[in-house]
Structures are given as structure tokens and as C-alpha cells.
């Protein structure tokens, strides 16, 4: 079973910078990594900075999720709402630092909302942002708490692989 003990800004007026990411052992399309993460009092990760994006890479890095040839990662990021405006689902502000890959976003087949964190060094992909269709079901995704928040989260070994990260 999840436990977990988040002590929020709504108790003590308290907030945390840090953060701590958390990738479930399992992959899904992202609407169902939304819901994931927020049953668990978490949210998909966003990225506010250069400094954000490199703390999440190497936090994947760090994880038995990474792959050397291939890693493709669930964020917070979608147009849903409007074609090429982007927002964080969690807060719905606008996306203003971003790391596309070039020639992306591009909306191919007109199917894709949804922003994925890219590894895939044959591409000259390292790090980078992708768009793609947010129903497809093969990626891992990565959880964040949620902002003002921090204390301890503790989960099953079926849900997480345990490893987490502050930045």
C-alpha cells in the first residue's frame, strides 16, 4: 500500500524549494501518469529552468529507468487546452522556460499534446522536450511533490523503484 505524510504551506504558511522526484515502476500514457501521481499527493513533474531539466536528468540517470540508447519520460506539460500553448496541468501557468528538441514541438498527425523529457543520442536527442501523443502508452513518467510541500513519502516496492533526489 502507498503512506505517505506531506506536511503542506496550508498548515504553517512553511514552503520547501526543494524538490523530490519519484518514478513509478510501471509506464502508461499520460493522462493515467497524471492521475498517478496526483492519487498519490504528487504531480508530474514540471520545469521552470535549465537547472530544473539537468536536476531531473540526472535524477533519471541515477534510476534502473534509464537507458543508454533510449529514454523517453512523462512531464507535466500539455496543450490540451489550446494547440501551442503550452501549461504545467498542475497550476495551469504557461510553460516559459523550455528545451525543445529542434523541429519539435510539431503536433505530428495533429495528435500530440503532451511533453515528454527525450534521451536518445542517435536523434541528437539529450535532454531535450518532444511532443507526442499524450494516449500513448510506453513511457515512464516522473512524479514531483507538490510545491510548499516537504516531509517523507514512502511507497510500495510495486510502485516506486525507491529512488528519489532533492533539488
Same mark, same amino acid.
Given at each position: $500500500?502507498?503512506?505517505?505524510? $506531506? ?8 514552503? &520547501? ?11 502508461? @500514457?499520460?493522462?493515467?501518469?497524471? +492521475? ?12 521552470? *529552468? ?7 536528468? +540526472?535524477?533519471?540517470? *541515477? ?6 540508447? &533510449? ?7 500539455? !496543450?490540451?487546452?489550446?494547440? !501551442?500553448? /503550452? ?12 528545451? /525543445?528538441?529542434?523541429? +519539435? ?25 518532444? !511532443? @507526442? @501523443? ?23 516496492? @510495486? ?9
Amino acid at each position: $500500500l502507498i503512506a505517505a505524510f $506531506l506536511i503542506c504551506s496550508a498548515l504553517n504558511g512553511l514552503a &520547501s524549494s526543494q524538490k523530490q522526484y519519484h518514478i513509478p515502476n510501471f509506464r502508461t @500514457n499520460w493522462f493515467k501518469a497524471n +492521475e498517478f501521481c496526483n492519487s498519490i499527493g504528487m504531480q508530474l513533474a514540471t520545469i521552470k *529552468s535549465r537547472a530544473e531539466n539537468n536536476a531531473v536528468a +540526472e535524477y533519471i540517470r *541515477s534510476t534502473d529507468k534509464f537507458n543508454e540508447v &533510449s529514454s523517453s519520460f512523462w512531464l507535466g506539460g500539455t !496543450d490540451l487546452a489550446e494547440q !501551442d500553448t /503550452w501549461t504545467w496541468t498542475s497550476t495551469g501557468a504557461l510553460v516559459t522556460f523550455t528545451n /525543445w528538441t529542434p523541429g +519539435e514541438p510539431n503536433n505530428g498527425g495533429g495528435v500530440e499534446h503532451c511533453i515528454q523529457l527525450v534521451y536518445i543520442p542517435g536523434f541528437n536527442q539529450r535532454w531535450t522536450w518532444n !511532443d @507526442n @501523443n499524450c494516449k500513448t502508452k510506453y513511457y515512464y513518467f516522473v512524479c514531483e511533490n507538490r510545491p510548499g510541500c516537504f516531509g517523507s513519502v514512502t511507497f510500495s516496492e @510495486n510502485d516506486f523503484s525507491g529512488n528519489n533526489t532533492s533539488l
